[in-house]
C-alpha cells in the first residue's frame, strides 16, 4: 500500500481557488496566479552591467559598472559568469546573508546548458536550481523561489545574466562579422541581477506569481524579438488581471522584461484588440529603460537575461526600496528559441511570467 502523505503535503481543492498548505503558510492558486497568505520578502538585491549600459540613463542606479567587458576573463562566456557571481555576493551581501544561509539558488541564462550559471555558482557552496526561460528567466527564479520560500525554505536566490558578445555569436552571427542590424533588431544587455528572497524580513514583499504559458505568433525571425514576445506578455498580463480582478490604474507600473520598441507597440495593440485594457500611461519596458534609444545605436532597444535582471534589481527595486513605487507588476518575457530551431526556420514560442512586488 502506499504511505499516506504527510499533513503538509496535502493538496485541498475549494473550488475555484486550490490551496497548497505547507506548514503554516497557504499558497492559493487562484486560476494562473499563486497567491501567498504571508507573501516571501527580497531582503537583498543588486544589478552590475558591462559599458555600454553603464552609458545609459540608469547609470547611477546599477551596483557595479565594469568598463572592461572581458572581467579579466579569458571569454565572454566566462566573463558572463564572473558578472552573475559578482550579483549573487553582492544581493548576499546587502541582505547580511552567507552561502551557509541559503537554501537553494535559481538561475539560468542564455548559454547552452546554462553554463553562464554553471561556472558562476561552481564555487559558491549553494544547493542550486538551473533555469531555462529565456529573458523570462529572472521572474521565473523569483516566482520559483518564492514558492520555495512558503514550502519551507528559509532563504532562496533568485539571479540571472546575458552577455551581449557571447549570446550574439551564438544566436546570430559572429561578432567579427559585422552584420547589418534591422530596426526590429534589439541589443543584448551584459549585465546581471540578484535577489535573496525569504521567509522572514523586512523588504519589498512578493504577494503574488504567475507562471506563463507558451505562446506562438508564427514569427520566425530572430531579430525581431519583440514581436515574437508580446503575445505572451498580453496573455500574462491579461490573466493576470483578470484572476485579482484589477486593472492598470491598480499598479504604479507594468514592468514587462525586454519587449523593446517594436514589442510594446504590438503589446499595446494585442491587448487593447482583445481585452479592451490600455496600459500604455503604465507600462514600462526594461529594454528601453536601459538604453538611450537615440544615442547608443541600439536599434528598438535592449534584451537578453540579464536586461530585465539588472533594471529590476538595481533601478527599480532602489525605488521600491525608497517607497517612489510600491506595487509593481514585474512581467518578465522569453523567445524560446534556439541555435538549431532557428536554422530550421521554426518559429519562436514565447513566454511571460509575472511578479508582484510591493514594497
Not at 325 to 330: P, Q
Request: hydrophobic residues 40%; glycine residues 10%; charged residues 20%.
Amino acid at each position: 500500500m502506499r504511505a499516506a502523505l504527510p499533513h503538509k503535503f496535502l493538496i485541498k481543492h475549494q473550488s475555484p481557488v486550490k490551496i497548497l498548505m505547507t506548514g503554516v503558510f497557504f499558497m492559493k492558486i487562484n486560476e494562473k496566479v499563486i497567491q501567498f497568505e504571508k507573501p516571501p520578502v527580497i531582503t537583498g538585491f543588486a544589478g552590475v552591467c558591462g559599458k555600454k549600459e553603464g552609458e545609459g540613463p540608469l547609470a547611477k542606479d546599477f551596483d557595479a559598472i565594469f568598463e572592461d567587458t572581458t572581467m579579466g576573463q579569458q571569454s565572454y562566456e566566462l566573463a558572463e559568469s564572473a558578472l552573475l557571481h559578482d550579483a549573487i555576493i553582492r544581493a548576499l551581501a546587502k541582505a547580511k546573508k552567507s552561502s551557509a544561509d541559503v537554501n537553494f539558488v535559481l538561475s539560468g541564462d542564455l548559454l547552452d546548458q546554462c553554463m553562464g550559471s554553471a561556472f558562476a555558482l561552481k564555487d559558491i557552496d549553494i544547493p542550486s536550481i538551473g533555469l531555462f526561460g529565456a529573458c523570462s528567466t529572472m521572474a521565473l527564479s523569483l516566482a520559483l523561489g518564492a514558492m520555495l520560500v512558503d514550502c519551507g525554505a528559509s532563504c532562496a536566490v533568485a539571479a540571472t545574466s546575458s552577455h551581449f558578445c557571447s549570446s550574439e555569436r551564438q544566436f546570430r552571427y559572429p561578432l567579427e562579422y559585422g552584420g547589418q542590424r534591422p530596426p526590429s533588431a534589439q541589443w543584448t544587455v551584459t549585465g546581471a541581477g540578484a535577489a535573496v528572497v525569504e521567509s522572514l524580513g523586512s523588504g519589498i514583499k512578493i504577494p503574488a506569481v504567475s507562471i506563463g504559458t507558451i505562446c506562438d505568433l508564427g514569427i520566425t525571425d530572430a531579430n525581431n524579438m519583440g514581436a515574437a514576445m508580446a503575445p505572451a506578455a498580453k496573455k500574462t498580463i491579461v490573466d493576470f488581471m483578470q484572476a485579482t480582478n484589477t486593472g492598470p490604474d491598480d499598479y504604479d507600473i507594468i514592468l514587462t522584461g525586454d519587449l523593446g520598441y517594436t514589442g510594446s507597440l504590438l503589446l499595446y495593440e494585442l491587448i487593447e484588440d482583445e481585452s479592451k485594457i490600455n496600459i500604455r500611461k503604465k507600462h514600462r519596458d526594461c529594454g528601453l529603460l536601459i538604453y538611450n534609444l537615440d544615442e547608443q545605436d541600439v536599434n528598438s532597444g535592449g534584451s537578453g537575461c540579464g536586461c530585465s535582471a539588472s533594471v529590476l534589481c538595481s533601478h527599480i527595486m532602489k525605488q521600491m526600496a525608497s517607497l517612489k513605487l510600491k506595487r509593481v507588476l514585474f512581467v518578465a518575457t522569453g523567445a524560446l528559441m534556439s541555435p538549431t530551431s532557428s536554422k530550421q526556420g521554426n518559429p519562436i514560442p514565447s513566454i511571460a511570467h509575472a511578479v508582484l512586488l510591493e514594497s
